[in-house]
């Protein structure tokens, strides 16, 4: 099972950018699927989640910019970033998982590839 990121790119500081991920069907052991993302010589952090029934969560440092959804028509898990800024440069992964009753999010076993996303300021 493998998921399958697309939408990065190089954009200019200000600029907006909105990643896709492909969700494969019939696998069901997660609920929710995020975003994560990791910068040259960082750790990977994440950036936003979104359940199966469509509750979301994105953190703070983000909040004002980003937004997570899910289409349930085409299975994919869309992040659309907006007033990117230089240091929101990084590879971007989706993932499947499991959010808790708490609302607390854990990665699953099942990441995509990534998608480079480069912001020039």
């Known amino acids: 099972v493998r998921l399958v990121e697309s939408g990065g790119g190089l954009v200019q500081a200000g600029g907006s950018l909105r990643l896709s991920c492909a969700v494969p069907?019939?696998?069901?052991?997660?609920?929710?699927q995020a975003w994560y993302r990791q910068a040259p010589g960082k750790e990977r952090e994440m950036v936003a989640h979104?359940?199966?029934?469509?509750?979301?969560n994105v953190v703070d440092s983000v909040k004002s910019r980003f937004t997570i959804s899910k289409d349930n028509f085409e299975n994919t898990v869309n992040l659309q970033m907006s007033n990117l800024k230089p240091e929101d440069t990084a590879v971007y992964y989706c993932?499947?998982?499991?959010?808790?009753?708490?609302?607390?999010?854990?990665?699953?076993?099942?990441w995509g590839q990534g998608t480079q996303v480069t912001v020039s300021s």
């Open positions: 993932n499947a998982g499991m959010v808790d009753d708490s609302g607390r999010y854990y990665s699953g076993r099942y």
């Open positions: 069907r019939g696998v069901y052991d997660f609920n929710a």
């Open positions: 979104v359940t199966e029934g469509g509750a979301t």
